[in-house]
């Protein structure tokens, strides 16, 4: 509960990594709900999805928006690929504050609401985390080192997961460690396969794992494309747009920097 009295609600349907084998066709997106109650609240619900890397700092931004304008919010979080082929099947998401700039220049073409508004809120930054505080050096080079599982990202849904492999692939290592990969759906069940001991190590976002216990890689921005994490505009809703300009302020570029982001 928040000072101003709404309450703030989680639904996430996290699964170990033998059932992700055996019912990997059943996952979706996992829904991060928050919604304002109480004396206030007023307009129709605001939906908005989010990256899953992005949880955090989006949580955060939606409770101060909340606070600042008494409108629902309801967040939806999953990989940028798969939220993408949602908003193309119907999903009625009114902004998507994507993990790549690909699928928002796509919606600018594709959705007459979206042109014009796309813009980067965030550039992310990978790093190779593990909680065992011995396992991960300094350099990486616990990847040359024999290891019984590695997490990433799937590569075909989630940009944190390319970048995982550009990683791999730069410093020679791909052959070697493919056919010990878990592949996460998006960077959040990434995180969940580390933290939850299914894998040893994983490449995550430095959001998820700053201030855990462990060792972490911080990666060199020179193995992997910059992940230029890009907001874009889905329906022509008041609310969609005040989001988008509360997104643009000082106030959440300063929030966004401290979740351990870069912005531009």
């Given at each position: 509960?928040?000072r101003?009295?709404k309450?703030i609600?989680?639904e996430?349907?996290?699964?170990?990594?033998?059932?992700?084998?055996c019912?990997a066709?059943?996952?979706?997106a996992i829904?991060?709900?928050?919604?304002?109650?109480g004396?206030?609240?007023?307009?129709?619900e605001?939906?908005?999805?989010?990256?899953?890397?992005?949880?955090?700092?989006?949580?955060?931004?939606v409770k101060?928006f909340?606070?600042r304008?008494g409108?629902?919010?309801?967040v939806?979080?999953?990989?940028?690929?798969k939220?993408?082929?949602q908003?193309?099947?119907?999903?009625?998401?009114?902004?998507?504050?994507?993990?790549?700039a690909?699928?928002?220049?796509?919606?600018?073409?594709?959705?007459?609401?979206a042109?014009?508004?796309r813009?980067?809120?965030?550039?992310?930054?990978?790093v190779l985390?593990s909680?065992?505080?011995?396992?991960?050096d300094?350099?990486?080079?616990?990847?040359?080192?024999?290891?019984?599982?590695?997490?990433?990202?799937?590569?075909?849904?989630?940009p944190?997961?390319?970048?995982?492999?550009?990683?791999?692939r730069?410093k020679?290592?791909w052959?070697?460690?493919?056919?010990?990969?878990v592949?996460g759906?998006?960077?959040?069940q990434?995180?969940?396969?580390?933290?939850?001991?299914?894998a040893?190590?994983?490449?995550?976002?430095l959001s998820?794992?700053?201030?855990?216990?462990?060792?972490l890689?911080?990666v060199?921005?020179?193995?992997y494309?910059?992940?230029?994490?890009?907001a874009?505009?889905?329906?022509?809703?008041?609310g969609?747009?005040?989001?988008?300009?509360?997104?643009?302020?000082?106030?959440?570029?300063?929030?966004?920097?401290?979740?351990?982001?870069?912005?531009?």
């Amino acid at each position: 509960m928040n000072r101003e009295g709404k309450r703030i609600g989680y639904e996430e349907n996290w699964v170990g990594y033998g059932a992700v084998l055996c019912l990997a066709a059943l996952l979706t997106a996992i829904t991060l709900f928050v919604s304002a109650c109480g004396t206030g609240s007023s307009g129709s619900e605001l939906r908005i999805a989010v990256a899953s890397n992005f949880k955090d700092p989006a949580t955060e931004l939606v409770k101060r928006f909340q606070e600042r304008t008494g409108r629902n919010v309801t967040v939806t979080l999953g990989s940028t690929g798969k939220l993408y082929a949602q908003i193309r099947n119907g999903a009625p998401f009114a902004v998507f504050l994507a993990a790549d700039a690909e699928r928002p220049k796509l919606l600018e073409k594709e959705v007459p609401a979206a042109r014009g508004s796309r813009f980067t809120y965030a550039v992310g930054k990978l790093v190779l985390w593990s909680p065992d505080p011995e396992l991960v050096d300094s350099e990486g080079e616990v990847l040359e080192d024999d290891f019984a599982k590695l997490a990433i990202a799937n590569p075909k849904l989630a940009p944190y997961g390319v970048a995982a492999e550009e990683v791999l692939r730069k410093k020679g290592v791909w052959d070697k460690v493919e056919r010990r990969l878990v592949r996460g759906e998006n960077i959040g069940q990434t995180f969940q396969f580390v933290s939850t001991g299914n894998a040893e190590l994983g490449f995550v976002a430095l959001s998820q794992a700053r201030g855990r216990a462990g060792s972490l890689w911080e990666v060199p921005k020179e193995l992997y494309t910059p992940i230029e994490q890009q907001a874009v505009l889905l329906s022509g809703d008041e609310g969609a747009r005040e989001f988008l300009e509360f997104l643009k302020s000082e106030e959440a570029r300063k929030l966004i920097r401290e979740f351990g982001y870069d912005t531009r």
